[in-house]
């Protein structure tokens, strides 16, 4: 599983989402789309934009 840092704040606007704060680390479960990542923070499971995140190498 891959670490990503986020680069910026994301506010979720549907509860599929994760509200997120710049400098929080997610886990990546997969890539939905080109455009979103599903992942995890805190426990909580969720999507949010792929341009928002750095993924670890």
Known sequence: MKAARLKFDFQ????KEL?????????????VDRNWLEGEHHGRVGIFP????????
């Open 12 to 15: 979720a606007e549907s509860p």
């Open 50 to 57: 792929s341009n928002y995140v750095e993924v670890s190498p």
């Open 19 to 31: 509200t997120l704060q710049k400098g929080d680390i997610v886990y990546i479960h997969k890539e």
